[in-house]
């Protein structure tokens, strides 16, 4: 009970982790809900890392949520498009989205070694 705000991410991560073998990801609601529940475990590590100043989980969490949104873009999106637009999307994600992720992390890093 005294480490009950220390534990809420220890809790939460344990309750991600069972929601996340519970979904079904052969429908296709159920793969948009793996991929969310994937990005929302991401976010939840960089929030994490900035809580308890660790810059080390700030990076893995931005590391999980690329891989998610490029894993996203290439298992749904790259078959819907041509070949020639699906090659040009995937190319302004990964220079766009790249771009984004990075100065979002390293906002996050930076503030960490700051009080607050």
């Keep these: 009970a005294i480490r009950r705000r220390a534990d809420a991410p220890l809790v939460a991560a344990v309750a991600w982790a069972a929601l996340v073998t519970q979904v079904d990801s052969g429908t296709g609601a ?8 994937y990005a929302l475990g991401a976010a939840g590590l960089v929030m994490w890392g900035v809580r308890d100043g660790q810059p080390l989980a700030v990076n893995v969490g931005t590391l999980g949520f690329a891989l998610t949104v490029g894993a996203f ?3 749904s999106l790259f078959d819907k498009l041509g070949r020639a637009l699906g090659l040009i999307g995937a190319g302004l994600l ?3 989205g ?10 996050l890093v930076g503030r960490i070694g ?3």
Excluded at 98 to 107: I, T
């Design 73 to 75: 873009y290439f298992s």
């Design 30 to 37: 159920g793969e948009l809900a793996i991929y969310a529940l």
């Design 94 to 96: 990964l220079i766009v």
């Design 98 to 107: 790249g771009w984004l992720l990075e100065r979002a992390r390293r906002s």
């Design 114 to 116: 700051k009080p607050s």
